[in-house]
């Protein structure tokens, strides 16, 4: 079946541009995170999402990092006014309620000039 | 603070060589440890998981180590094939309703012919 999917695989911005990052976890899959990726450092942790609980925003590394989940599915992650230490791989997961395993998308790769 | 480390950073092997990495790790209260495996431009694939009373788990040539009471794990790569070039990362999950992940940096493998 169909993976975690996440668009545009990549995304070279300007700095002080906005930009969206989408996911699209697995069908049925109750809980989504958001991770980042940079050069030479572990995945740090950003948001998560479970159904319709109210979301854990305690990675979120500034106001200008924010994201939403639309109908329990499709996740958007969206950072404003960007900045190049923004630059990284954005990745998403999600997991199906009452397992462990998270499943992984592609990730994103923003680079932000 | 809730810590990953991973050893070595890098490590080179010709194919058909065994391999061990090191994983240790500071994360209380801990939930379990996992091991994924991430190719170049890919998501973090999941490998093995274990729980606090597990001390080993195998999945084809790959086998893990789990010490709960030093707070450390391995990964063992038997008869290593090209195909496992990639970056090997070691995650804790905390305890809690959230299952937060706490990444190392992982350890790129590079299997030569």
């Known amino acids: 079946g169909a993976g975690v999917s996440q668009s545009p695989s990549n995304k070279v911005t300007e700095k002080g541009k906005d930009v969206e990052l989408r996911c699209d976890p697995i069908?049925?899959?109750?809980?989504l995170y958001w991770y980042r990726q940079s050069l030479g450092q572990g995945l740090e942790f950003l948001i998560y999402?479970?159904?319709?609980?109210?979301?854990?925003k305690s990675g979120l590394p500034s106001d200008r990092f924010s994201a939403e989940r639309t109908g329990g599915s499709v996740s958007t992650l969206t950072i404003q006014r960007t900045q190049q230490e923004d630059s990284a791989v954005y990745l998403c997961?999600?997991?199906?309620?009452?397992?462990?395993?998270?499943?992984f998308g592609p990730g994103t790769r923003l680079t932000v000039l | 603070k809730n810590q990953v480390e991973q050893s070595p950073q890098s490590l080179i092997i010709l194919e058909g060589k065994n391999c061990t990495l090191q994983c240790n790790y500071t994360v209380s209260p801990f939930s379990n440890l996992r091991w994924y495996k991430q190719d170049t431009g890919r998501g973090p694939v999941s490998l093995t998981i274990?729980?606090?009373?597990?001390n080993t788990k195998s999945n084809g040539r790959y086998t893990a180590t789990l010490d709960a009471d030093t707070k450390q794990s391995s990964l063992h790569i038997t008869a290593s094939q090209l195909s496992d070039s990639a970056s090997y990362i070691c995650?804790?999950?905390?305890?809690?309703?959230?299952?937060?992940?706490?990444f190392g940096t992982g350890t790129l493998l590079a299997v030569q012919p």
């Open positions: 997961a999600s997991r199906q309620q009452g397992t462990d395993t998270q499943y």
């Open positions: 995650v804790v999950s905390e305890s809690g309703a959230t299952n937060k992940l706490i």
């Open positions: 999402f479970q159904g319709n609980s109210a979301p854990d």
């Open positions: 069908s049925g899959h109750t809980a």
């Open positions: 274990m729980t606090f009373s597990e």
